[in-house]
Structure formats: C-alpha cells, structure tokens
C-alpha cells in the first residue's frame, strides 16, 4: 500500500512543494511519479525515485528508498498545478498512491 | 511520435461485457509489456492488469480477476481487454500505458466505461 501526504496543498507560484509518498513495505528504489492534469493522461515525471524522465523539466526531483520518498518542485510554474501520484514497480501488482492535488 | 489510443468504451448494463482495445503508433508494440490502468470519477488511479510481451506472463488486480482478460495481438500492434460481469464499481476511464523496465512511460488518452441501468 503506497500512503501519499497531503492529500492536498495550496501554494503560489515559486513556491518549493514537497510531496511524500511512503510504502507500507520495503519497494528499495522500485517508485515512479506522475503528474495528471484533469482529463489527461497521467504523466511519467520521475523513475526510480530519482531519475527524470525525458523532456521532464529539472525543477522537477525525486530522492528516497526503502519506505519513504518525496517529489520536490524547486519552483512552482503555472503549468506544474496538478495531481501527482506515486507508484511501487516492485511487487507485480503496481499499486498507486491516493494522489496530491497543487492547486493555487 | 511513440502513441497509444484505447477504444471500445460505452455504456453497458451491469452483468454486461466489453472489449476494449489499445491500438499503437510509433513503436513496436511486441517489444513492451502493457497494463490496462482505470481512473473512476474523482478518484485515483487503480492498476487493472498485465501481460508480458509474448503473453507468457499476465497479472490481474484482485478486484477484476476472474472477470476480466487481458490479450495482445502483436501483429496488429494492439491490445485488449475484454470485461465480463461488469458492475456500477467498474465504471470509470480506462488507460492503456506502455511497461517500460518497470515504469509507465506511455499512456493513451483513456476510453470511458460506464455501467448503468
């Protein structure tokens, strides 16, 4: 079970956003995050809890292994409001965190 | 440009079926394994299944096992889902995303499901 916290935040353009998603079991570093902007398609931003994905913009980060692992948006751009969720690839059934909404 | 794009969403009564298909573009469909991916109104995302490229291997979400059959024709780049007993709790988007090395890379834009009287 992937737990991500908040569930929600508010925040201002440039702000830096940290989002933390924690694994009831040890996944090592087997975490994705996505971004999704309603009615989309969800987004693959970051894999294996650290590595950006092509074409993903550098404010975009991601750290942690074991259990607990977070997403940080150095500076909040208008684009970036949306909903992130994290994913465990570790066991073969790929289970999503709840999501975070950023919103102004 | 690497694409998918799902089709055979609708509305059907609950006890019906549907067989959706994810058609790609792009790239060579055989090489990748693929998941089907379903999103209800308003809520997150939920893992539906999972089949290796050459259908060797193929996973389930305990929620549409029994149900639900994942498949792949790769020479018709495309693969599908067909859904059997199909209840209020199965409506939502469904998503087709591409399984690279362990991370969703691609995804389709979605194709809606509805189940309702």
């Known amino acids: 079970q992937m737990t991500q916290s908040p569930s929600s935040l508010s925040a201002s353009v440039g702000d830096r956003v940290t989002i933390t998603c924690r694994s009831s079991q040890i996944i090592a570093t087997y975490l994705n995050w996505y971004q999704q902007k309603p009615g989309k398609a969800p987004r693959l931003l970051i894999y294996?809890?650290?590595s950006l994905h092509t074409g993903v913009p550098s404010r975009f980060s991601g750290s942690g292994s074991g259990t607990d692992f977070t997403l940080t948006i150095s500076s909040l751009q208008p684009e970036d409001f949306a909903t992130y969720y994290c994913q465990q690839s570790y066991s073969t059934s790929l289970t999503f965190g709840g999501g975070t909404k950023v919103d102004i | 440009e690497e694409q998918l794009v799902e089709s055979g969403g609708g509305l059907v009564q609950p006890g019906g079926s549907l067989r959706l298909s994810c058609a790609a573009s792009?790239?060579?469909?055989?090489?990748?394994?693929m998941n089907w991916v379903r999103q209800a109104p308003g809520k997150g995302l939920e893992w539906v299944s999972y089949?290796?490229?050459?259908?060797?291997?193929?996973y389930y979400a305990n929620s549409v096992k029994g149900r639900f059959t994942i498949s792949r024709d790769n020479a018709k780049n495309s693969v599908y889902l067909q859904m059997n007993s199909l209840s209020a709790e199965d409506t939502a988007v469904y998503f087709c995303?591409?399984?690279?090395?362990?991370?969703?890379?691609?995804w389709g834009e979605g194709t809606t499901v509805t189940v309702s009287s």
């Open positions: 294996s809890a650290s």
């Open positions: 792009g790239f060579t469909l055989s090489g990748y394994s």
């Open positions: 089949i290796t490229t050459s259908s060797s291997t193929i």
């Open positions: 995303a591409r399984d690279n090395r362990l991370m969703l890379d691609v």
